[in-house]
């Protein structure tokens, strides 16, 4: 299984880019990289995923080395909303899998 | 749709009783999951079911039961609750294998 390596906590300026790292130095060919959020006391909630390519959606942007040992997700431009503990995962490969480990907690303050 | 459904939000158990956590999904997904969430820690995979009839064992079983009659619901018994039970229990679905998992509300635990 890869494992994944982020900082335990985060702050960032309301209206400014949040930049969340995350090291997976050991995975594998076949597997992706997804971002969780958990919002105070709610279920997670699926952010974005990307295998080789950087990604975007709605929400945020996924950049992924070119050696895919890391990764860094992007909130162009972060509200109050987004405190959240974010959670980087690799998918176990071959199966449906999600191993959280325990995340970055982003403050945004005003 | 309601997505995912848990019931119920908050229950205090004894040690020794038992009791079920209903999950329901209207999204026709085959894949659902139940995890547990300590304090200050990341979920854990309890059990989770590919399609009705099937069930695996997560990093967590023990201590727990799960059946999977009908793709709609996938219930989480606890058989002889324990103070070490005491969590947070979210229930997931997704579509397949890969695919983004969505997540239930919570049930909270107290077993005391």
Known sequence: DAKTTQPPSMDCAEGRAANLPCNHS?????????????IHSQGPQYIIH??????TNEMASLIITED????????????????????????VANTDKLIFGT???????P | NAGVTQTPKFRIL????????????????????????????????????VGAGITDKGEVPNGYNVSRS?????????ELAAPSQTSVY???????????????????LLVL
């Open chain 1, 50 to 55: 990307g295998l080789k390519n950087n990604e």
């Open chain 2, 70 to 78: 009908t793709t709609e619901d996938f219930p989480l018994r606890l």
């Open chain 1, 26 to 38: 050991t995975i594998s060919g076949n597997e992706y990289v997804y971002w969780y959020r958990q």
């Open chain 1, 68 to 91: 895919r040992k890391s990764s860094t997700l992007i909130l162009p431009h972060a509200t109050l909303r987004d405190t959240a503990v974010y959670y980087c995962i690799v998918r």
């Open chain 2, 14 to 49: 004894k040690i020794g009783q038992s009791m079920t956590l209903q999950c329901t999904q209207d999204m026709n997904h085959n894949y659902m999951y139940w995890y547990r969430q300590d304090p200050g820690m990341g979920l854990k995979l309890i059990y989770y079911s």
């Open chain 1, 103 to 109: 995340g970055t907690r982003l403050q945004v303050f």
């Open chain 2, 90 to 108: 979210f229930c997931a679905s997704s579509t397949g294998l890969a695919e983004t998992q969505y997540f239930g509300p919570g049930t909270r």
